[in-house]
Structure formats: structure tokens, C-alpha cells
């Protein structure tokens, strides 16, 4: 991977440098990732001003090398701090000034005010300049060794989302269900989850993004969970609605039916070249063809790698078009304040028609089960 971190921090330096001598600091933890295989707390990466230069990762403490931050490229020096309590992005820009940099690049949307003042106040000869989001932009489209994190990172997603499927659930409480699942993911390998487990039951599957409760698993009751992985700091994400105990109400199977028609016609969409919006669209025609325009969520999908929730966005209001080997979510839900909800939640991989289409990582069945 060594090389393929060096490849990375070249393109970054074709964006910035524009032929003159500018230097940059990267201090959002996942771009610092994405650069250097690591990101260890409030860690910052200081790209040299000439290819072939010297890239430093600057970091209040030794790396630790667990999975959860990451091991920096061997061929990148990382320096460690004298004093624990200083600022790397203050010391970076000093390094910078020395080596003769005329310009300093920096991300300004991850940079306070007060921190950007200190970085301007100790190399006053630096021109500060605005990296941008050119690192977010280099991490849209992921190479096959990016996507194979996320497989497995779905994968374990999978594994303990169906173990948890063969237990006894009725009786249990949301807040149990949730900390057993995410003890499955790091039984199954997992660094941690990817994001806090939700688990919603009966009218509480009423609510988007519900946070569990001591609420306990009913008879009749929609069980809806939504999980996911992180695995060398990829992160996955999976989503799925069942029915506790008994054979499904009539609203709950047209409810149910209607949320899986939604998320089909999303998956479907997902084509290299086409407009980000229009994935939307087709997820919200459906929807909102049965009556439920209102109350839909603000986007239907989203990127994923060493975020969460990351570009592009699947939005009414999105820009751009969709890249082969981009990661998406798609993850349609109707909520009845009081009575229930459906969310089906996705991880795919866009792929061309001649590579078989959308590529679905998460493959846990869809059907509406009575568990």
C-alpha cells in the first residue's frame, strides 16, 4: 500500500501546487487516513511543496497501530510532538516555512478560526490558501483494495444482523438488541461499529433515526434495524424491517411492499453517469405515488468509505453524476408517527451494465420475515 499512499499524495499535489512552491496541511482525520494509511488523534499530514519531497505525518503521540486509527505508510517519516499539548497543524506550517514554501495549503472547513489565525501568526511569510475539499473529491471514486474493506466490512454487518435473527427476540429490549449487535460485529471482526446501532420497535419504528430504548419486543410488533461495520476504517451500512412473531398485518406487508418497491427502483438507478438527483427522484416517485411526499427524509442514500456519510449525496438537490467504483447507500423509509415504519437500507458499489451492474454488498434477504 505504500505506493498506492504515495500515488494518492501526488494527485493531491498536482491539485494544489499549480507550479509554484505550496506546501499543504491535511488535518481531517479521515483525509489524513486516506493519505497515509493513518490517522492517529489530532494527527495533521504535511505535503511537501515538490513531488518527491519529503510528506511528514505530524502526531501529538507514537502511532499504536491498532485498527481503529490505522498503520502510516512505512515510507512516510511521522513525527512525534516534544510536547503532547501542541498544535501539529502549528508545527507543520513552521516545518513548511523552513523548507522554503511560498504558499501553504489548508482545509479551511475543518480548521477553526482560531486555529487558522494560529497557523497564519507563526509563518507570516506563508500565504495561506484553501485546500478545499480536493482530498473528499479523490476519495469519491475507491480503488478495488478500498472496496474489498468495505466487503467485508458488510460482510460482518451480515453475520451479525443474521445471528441475531435466530434468537429469541420477544421480551428483549431495543437497548439490549443494540449492544448485542454491536458485540456480534467485533466478535466477527470488526474494528467497532460504523455508527450507533439503532433498533426500533411497534411505534417506535414510527420515528426516523430513533436512538433504542428499554422498550421491550412485542408480539405483532415491526422490528427495524439499521447497523453497520468498520473495518480498516472502511464502514459499511444495512438496514431491514421484519414483523416480531405473528404473520404480518395487511398495512404492514403494503407498507412493507411499497418501502422494498422504492429501494429497488434506487439500486436500479445506480449507473455511471447518471445525475445524482435522478437516483433520488426514482426512489421518491415511487413513494410519493402512494401518498407519502410528506414527511420523506432529506436524501434517500449516500456515500460511504472512511465516513459515515460522505459524497455524493443521493438528494433532491444534488450535483453531479454517479462514477463506477463509487460506494452508495440506498435507503428509502416510511415512518407512521405512533404505529410503525419501514426502512430497507443498502450498501452498493456502482458498476457498469458490461461488469453486471450495481454490485450489492449487503445481501442479508429483504423478505418480510416473522421472526
Not at 493519505?35 to 511537501?48: C, I, K, N, R, T
Not at 506550517?93 to 482545509?107: K, R
Not at 482560531?114 to 490558501?129: D, K, M, S, V
Not at 437497548?175 to 450507533?196: M, N, Q, S, V
Request: with cysteine.
Amino acid at each position: 500500500m505504500a505506493e498506492a499512499y504515495a500515488a494518492r499524495r501526488d494527485r493531491l499535489r498536482e491539485r494544489y501546487t499549480g507550479g509554484g512552491q505550496a506546501a499543504a496541511v491535511v488535518s481531517r482525520p479521515a483525509n489524513v487516513r486516506y493519505l497515509s494509511g493513518a490517522a492517529p488523534q489530532d494527527a495533521v499530514l504535511l505535503l511537501a511543496a515538490e513531488r518527491g519531497g519529503e510528506d511528514i505525518l505530524l502526531s501529538p503521540r507514537l502511532p499504536t497501530g491498532l485498527a481503529s486509527e490505522g498503520r502510516p505508510d512505512e515510507a512516510l517519516r511521522v513525527h512525534v510532538m516534544a510536547c503532547p499539548t501542541a498544535d501539529p497543524a502549528v508545527a507543520a506550517a513552521e516545518m513548511a516555512a523552513a523548507s522554503g514554501a511560498e504558499a501553504l495549503a489548508v482545509e479551511e472547513h475543518d480548521l477553526t478560526v482560531a486555529r487558522h489565525r494560529a497557523l497564519a501568526e507563526t509563518a507570516p511569510r506563508l500565504r495561506l490558501t484553501d485546500l478545499g475539499r480536493a482530498v473528499e473529491q479523490l476519495r469519491l471514486v475507491k480503488d478495488e483494495e478500498e472496496i474489498g474493506a468495505l466487503r467485508i466490512a458488510a460482510e460482518i454487518a451480515d453475520q451479525a444482523l443474521g445471528e441475531l435473527l435466530e434468537s429469541i427476540l420477544v421480551g428483549r429490549t431495543e437497548r439490549h438488541l443494540a449492544l448485542e449487535l454491536e458485540r456480534r460485529l467485533i466478535d466477527h471482526g470488526a474494528d467497532g461499529p460504523a455508527f450507533p446501532t439503532s433498533v426500533a420497535t411497534g411505534p417506535n419504528a414510527g420515528l426516523g433515526r430513533h436512538r433504542p430504548t428499554d422498550r421491550r419486543v412485542e408480539e405483532g410488533d415491526f422490528l427495524s434495524v439499521c447497523l453497520g461495520a468498520g473495518y480498516r476504517g472502511y464502514r459499511s451500512e444495512i438496514g431491514r424491517t421484519f414483523v416480531i412473531g405473528t404473520a404480518p398485518e395487511e398495512w404492514q406487508i403494503e407498507l412493507y411492499d411499497l418501502v422494498f418497491a422504492a429501494q429497488r427502483a434506487g439500486r436500479e438507478a445506480l449507473t455511471p453517469g447518471r445525475a445524482c438527483r435522478d437516483v433520488d427522484r426514482a426512489v421518491r416517485q415511487v413513494l410519493e405515488s402512494a401518498g407519502y411526499a410528506e414527511g420523506l427524509p432529506a436524501s434517500t442514500g449516500h456515500g460511504v468509505g472512511l465516513e459515515n456519510d460522505e459524497d455524493p449525496q443521493i438528494a433532491p438537490a444534488a450535483m453531479g453524476k454517479l462514477d463506477a467504483c463509487v460506494p452508495v447507500t440506498v435507503e428509502p423509509g416510511v415512518h407512521l408517527p405512533g404505529r410503525g415504519g419501514v426502512r430497507i437500507d443498502d450498501t452498493l458499489v456502482v458498476r457498469p451494465e458490461a461488469d453486471g451492474g450495481p454490485e450489492l454488498l449487503t445481501i442479508t434477504t429483504k423478505e418480510l420475515l416473522a421472526l
